[in-house]
């Protein structure tokens, strides 16, 4: 059974954008790295043969990863996305009731997970706490620190 990743149309174009780079960028320039260090003489002593073969199996790791990622993600219709309730790319205000810091959040797919933008995976603690609730909750959410208890204020798009 495949697990798809749900993703914005942002984030489906930098994940082929970044796919593209290193098909048409980065390969081309390991395959000539490999070429030079094979022009260099006896391939079983040669260190730089060594360590270009060695990029490019990470290399092709990695694409085949990325091509992995946007075979199983799946572009959603940010114009439909509902706010009664928390679901992914909602926006959610919460407040931490033990010290009423109130915070900020996008529910985004892992790939497009950057907290210094104020976006959380899915797959976090505090994501899987809120999913599916409504605002006006009070909702206890297990974190490394312990158990915390938030209180639900907004969900936007």
């Known amino acids: ?5 749900y993703v914005t149309e942002e ?10 780079h290193l098909l048409n960028v980065e390969r081309p320039a390991i395959s000539k790295l490999i070429a030079d260090a094979r ?15 060695e990029a490019q ?3 092709e790791m990695k694409i085949s990863k990325l091509q992995d990622m946007l075979l199983n993600s799946r572009v959603i219709d940010e114009s439909k996305i509902d706010t009664s309730k928390i679901q992914i790319l909602n926006k959610v205000k919460i407040k ?12 985004v797919s892992e790939s497009e997970a950057n907290l210094k933008k104020g976006k959380i995976s899915v797959s976090t ?6 999913i599916g609730k409504k605002a006006g909750d009070i909702v206890e959410i297990s974190v490394p620190s312990g158990v915390i208890p938030f209180e639900i ?5």
């Open 11 to 20: 984030g489906f174009k930098k994940l082929k954008d970044e796919l593209e």
């Open 125 to 130: 603690p505090i994501a899987k706490g809120l």
């Open 57 to 59: 199996g990470m290399l």
């Open 39 to 53: 022009d260099k003489g006896d391939l079983s002593e040669n260190a730089e043969y060594m360590a270009a073969k």
């Open 1 to 5: 059974m495949t697990n798809f990743s």
């Open 96 to 107: 931490n009731k033990l010290n009423d810091k109130i915070m900020e959040y996008t529910i």
């Open 153 to 157: 204020i907004e969900i936007s798009r």
